[in-house]
């Protein structure tokens, strides 16, 4: 058991749950792939349509694309792209699929007896300062600040507990504030199964438009999805 690991998927996931509905799993996403006819791993239009417009716009598009998809920096000079964690497949435009994942951020996903749920994490806005009117004013809020600077500085020289994560010792695990990005009902599910998309399992979700969802999840054990596939169909 890692201490820094996050509070469970499913622990997070039930706040967020009907009354009427039960949760069969629930798991931590990431990035979203592509493997869409005419789109691009990542969900782009394809550089051979991209062409078409012009190789300068091509160029900047596929640029732009790159830096916003690819990783931090790995410390050797350059930056590693992801392994997505969900792949969206099909073969045509306004697939349900496509929609369902694109743009809704994810970052955990859930599926209950009713539908599937998208959870994203709320990031909390940074508060705004208020700017001092006087200059005794500014004084105050200095002498304030240096007060409030000496007695954290104190608290961290004092404070010996042991940190995992976002974790600390003596305190309850951080508890992260999710939201509802976006939600499939069953009845759009034509079915589930575990298929493989090159070396890589993953649970397959099947719409009814034809479209489809490879979850992977970041898992490389099989016997994995078979136990996802078990309790999708209420038998684990």
Known sequence: MNLAD????ATQARPHLRADERLLWAAYGGVVGYAVRGLDEFGQPAK???RKVGSGVAGFAGGV????????DSGSGGSVPQEPSVVVFGDRTGMAAEGLAR???ASLWALTST??????????????????KSLLGKAMGFGRGMAKFG???AEIVTDRRKTYGANREGEPVAVREFEV???LPREQIAGFAVASRGREPGLRMLLVDGSGLDLRFG??????FDWLLARTNGAA
Request: proline share 10%.
């Open 6 to 9: 996050p509070l469970g998927a």
């Open 48 to 50: 051979s349509l991209l």
């Open 65 to 72: 694309v790159d830096a916003a998809l690819s990783s931090e």
């Open 103 to 105: 743009g809704s951020r």
């Open 115 to 132: 539908r599937l749920v998208l959870l994203r994490v709320v990031v909390a806005p940074e508060p705004v300062e208020e700017p001092e």
């Open 151 to 153: 007695k954290d500085v």
């Open 181 to 183: 990005a976006a939600s």
């Open 219 to 224: 898992v490389a054990e099989p016997e994995a």
